[in-house]
Every structure is written in C-alpha cells, then in structure tokens.
C-alpha cells in the first residue's frame, strides 16, 4: 500500500502533491522528489525505488566521512562497511518510500554539524550555514520525526560548544 501510494502521488503536478500531502501523514517533500526523479528515470517499479537505492548508496559515503573524520579512515571504512550490512539500511535502500531519503539527510546533517563545531570559524562560515538550512528544511519536507534529530544535533553542538568554551574540551 505504501508504495503503491508513493507511485500514485507521482501521477500529480507538484501542486496537487502538497495539496495531497496536506491530508496525509508525511510532508510532500519526498513525494516531490519522486516525482522530479520519475520524470527523469521513468515510472517502473525499478525506478521509483532506485531513489532510495541511491539515497542508500549517499549514506555510505556520509557515514565513511563521518568515521574517518572523527576517528580515522579505519573506522570510516568500517562505518560504511556497517551500513552496507545493516538489514534496516538494506531494506529501506529497496521501498520506494521516505525513509531512506531522511536517514541520509539525518547522516548528512550530522556530519555539516560536526564541521562546524570544529571551530568557530566554520561555525561562521556561510557555506556550512546554509548547507545546514538547506538540508534541515530537505529533511523536515521530507520526515515529520526528523526535528528529533535536530533537537539532538543542536544539543550536542551546544554541549560541544560549552565544553570548548569552558576549556574542558582537547
């Protein structure tokens, strides 16, 4: 049914989708998304849930740069040798639904986060400014729970930056 929901939300012109979306349970941005990337790819059954796929494919280089810039390449390696291997990750790479798309946005604002706590001028910087309002605005058009990771990712910056203003922080 929920496939067969996104495929029909694809049929619409993108005003008819966020009409539509207004009525149902998630926000119209990966409806639109779809059917951006259906207009390019096609309609099939292949191609409404390649989106997801690539989504997946996406995760995999943010969770290898989060590890790697973090930690080390081993454990970048390791990062995205997980993902490649977790059945959750694997199976939603495969609907051709929302969740994919918003864990990929959740990674990826995370990593944006992490840049910019490493010093205050990145924190400063308008790049990764607006690269974080872009993908915040991508993730919550795209999944209502996604203000929980904000609310996380904002904390721990926050955490972060007292810490480094305290001197506590190496």
């Given amino acids: 049914y929920d496939e067969g929901n996104t495929a029909h939300m694809t049929l619409r012109s993108p005003s008819n989708i966020v009409m539509a979306a207004a009525r149902d349970i998630h926000p119209p941005g990966y409806y639109l998304a779809v ?4 207009a390019v790819v096609g309609r099939s059954e292949f191609s409404l849930r390649a989106l997801s796929a690539f989504a997946g494919i996406v995760l995999l280089g943010v969770l290898y740069r989060l590890g790697s810039d973090n930690v080390g390449t081993r454990v970048g ?27 990929t946005l959740g990674g990826a604002i995370i990593l944006i986060s992490t840049r910019m706590a490493l010093g205050v001028e990145r924190l400063r910087s308008r790049t990764y400014c607006y690269s974080y309002i872009i993908v915040a605005t991508a993730g919550l058009y795209t999944h209502y729970s996604f ?24």
Avoid: C, K, P, T
């Fill in 77 to 103: 390696v390791a990062s995205a040798f997980i993902g490649a291997m977790h059945g959750a990750l694997v199976y939603y790479s495969q609907e051709a639904r929302m969740y994919m798309l918003a864990a």
């Fill in 147 to 170: 203000s929980f990771v904000l609310v996380g990712v904002n904390v721990a910056v926050l955490w972060q930056l007292m810490r480094v203003d305290s001197g506590y922080a190496r």
């Fill in 35 to 38: 059917a951006g990337w259906s």
